[in-house]
């Protein structure tokens, strides 16, 4: 079952289209890493599903329902978001501030304690917010967004402006939710590597359009193994190769060939050898993930 | 309720106490040497007397005092980005309502013991005559109303702008306009939201050129004037209200 859907969600700033024809499908109980440039549209598209902005066009469905202004309010009770930088009130302390969300979320006194220690605040919960440091301002925000147990939790850029050692915390944090809680965690970035160390399922979208949705295993099978061929006359060599019915095609002062067993490799190089071409080098290649990020987006794997 | 409840618990630490107490202050001290100035005559009018000068001072202190109030109770919002997590969890209709219902108690509140203040003093000091206990309700409620309308203007600015400046500068100019008003023709006060404290006295001034005799009357406001009063107030409220609702966070 999928925990979030969206058909044809589209959104119009003036006559820039910012979200174009969007369908998403989020697995139950999966780490949908949501991923794209800055301004593609990412935040955007979070704050449509989380009725914080009203979509141009297309239709939304959260935990199995239609997602309108009546029932939105009802529907959100099961989900917890942390939507671009922190909310919080830095005159009060941590647990004020949860105080408040959980008066609003109509949720038992004792999460508070709880998700302080699930986020490792529980040690600062008395001190004022305002001189949190921005990682404890951001597991605030967790926090508050884990209060009541939600089924689906939406997080928007969490590791933006962390230290390595706050992204790391945070990442530890968000991958232990679904076997935690059951949860379902939609997690938006713009850094392929983080979300290739978060997520088991990826979107990728590119100035509003999605561009990529899968599980990251199917992302990965894309970055394919391949050969790089050199030799002292890589025209001729080509020639000779296509005569052989080997498909290459020439890139960067290389023949780039299919992957081929060792026999065949060995064959290719002693024929080659026969017409008096050298081979200097071969090499085996993958395509990285950022190189495919790049040819999906136009951009570079951390914009 | 509980939004409500929030209201009250979200301003802690926010020393609305202060405002409030800075408010009393300067109306007081306003007060007392505005009446250490009179002579025995002047005195004699005693209530009158009172309650004309704090319509007055009213129309100065309360338009910033009130801006300032709306103000604490919206930045806190805006500099802690908390709409995207409030809104998450009720409508913006019932925040905006929470909101001005805060403001509504707040002032009530605050205006209701600046006429206990005002009533002691004026028992103190032994005012002629009767003590006028309806008619310091009825201005408790008049200054409250018109405060409340002020308030549902500075309410949508505080709301509409994160930078409170632009409510401020409004509030600030609301004193100013507050008092001139007193000096308008009476169809251009009607047009001054601020210059509604004067309209609405109960106590009017007749100053005689002639015999330079001036003479305080009781008077009831005007219906037209509660009536616009309460369209003002109407206008400000759906104005702000459908800004703050419209608007995306």
Redesign the interface.
């Known amino acids: 079952m999928n925990i979030i859907e969206t058909y044809d969600l589209c959104k119009q700033y003036g006559n820039a289209l910012r979200v174009a024809h969007l369908d998403l499908s989020v697995p139950e109980g999966s780490v949908y890493g949501f991923l794209g440039p800055n301004g593609a549209g990412k935040s955007t598209t979070l704050k449509m599903i989380l009725g914080l902005v009203r979509p141009t066009a297309g239709s939304i469905r959260v935990l199995g329902k239609g997602v309108d202004r009546k029932n939105r309010l009802s529907v959100l009770r099961q989900v917890g978001s942390l939507i671009e930088s922190p909310s919080y009130y830095g005159h009060l302390t941590g647990e004020e501030n949860l105080r408040i969300v959980q008066t609003l979320r109509g949720v038992p006194e004792k999460n508070i304690r709880e998700v302080l220690q699930i986020v490792r605040l529980d040690g600062q919960r008395g001190k004022k917010v305002a001189h949190y440091s921005l990682g404890m301002k951001q597991r605030l925000g967790l926090a508050a967004a884990l209060l009541g147990y939600p089924k689906l939790l939406i997080l928007d850029e969490p590791t933006n402006g962390l230290d390595p050692a706050g992204i790391q915390e945070m990442r530890e944090l968000i991958c232990d939710l679904p076997g935690r809680f059951g949860m379902t965690v939609v997690v938006s970035s713009h850094l392929l590597s983080e979300i290739d160390q978060m997520a088991d399922h990826v979107a990728i979208i590119r100035e509003g359009e999605l561009v990529f949705q899968d599980t990251l295993e199917a992302l990965h099978g894309r970055s394919r193994h391949h050969l790089a061929l050199r030799t002292t006359n890589n025209a001729v060599a080509r020639n000779l190769l296509m005569e052989k019915s080997v498909p290459c095609q020439e890139e960067e002062g290389y023949l780039i060939l299919p992957i081929l067993s060792d026999e065949i490799a060995a064959q290719l190089t002693r024929f080659l050898a026969d017409n008096r071409l050298g081979v200097v080098r071969l090499e085996e290649r993958q395509k990285s993930l950022e190189d495919i990020f790049l040819e999906l987006t136009g951009k570079a794997a951390s914009l | 309720m ?2 409500l ?2 209201e009250f ?2 301003c ?3 020393k609305i106490v202060l405002v409030c107490a800075a408010v009393l202050a300067v109306e007081l001290v306003w007060m007392g040497a505005f009446f250490t100035r009179q002579d025995a005559e002047d005195l004699k009018w005693g209530w009158m007397l009172l309650l004309y000068n704090l319509a007055t001072v009213d129309a100065i202190i309360l338009p910033l005092s009130v801006a300032t109030l709306a103000s604490r109770s919206c930045e ?1 919002e805006h ?13 913006p209709g019932s925040l905006y309502a929470a909101k001005l219902a805060w403001g509504a108690l707040v002032l009530a509140a605050l205006l209701v013991l600046r006429s206990g203040l005002f009533l002691a003093v004026g028992i103190v000091q032994g005012f002629q005559g009767e003590i006028p206990w309806g008619r310091f309700g009825l201005f408790t409620l008049i200054s409250w109303g018109v405060s409340m309308m002020v308030y549902a203007l500075q309410q949508g600015l505080s709301l509409r702008f994160a930078n409170q400046a632009a409510a401020l500068v409004c509030g600030i100019s609301g004193s100013f306009l507050g008092i001139l008003s007193m000096l308008f023709p009476p169809a251009l006060v009607r047009c001054v939201p601020w210059g509604y404290y004067g309209l609405m006295s109960l106590v009017f001034m007749d100053w005689n050129q002639v015999t330079r005799v001036t003479r305080f009357y009781w008077r009831w406001p005007p219906v037209t004037d509660v009536a616009l009063l309460s369209l003002w107030g109407a206008v400000f409220l759906i104005v702000g209200r459908t800004l703050f609702v419209r608007k ?2």
């Open positions: 509980k939004l409840r929030l618990y979200k802690r630490r926010r806190l500099k802690g980005s908390t709409w995207k997590l409030l809104e998450t969890m009720a409508s995306e966070v």
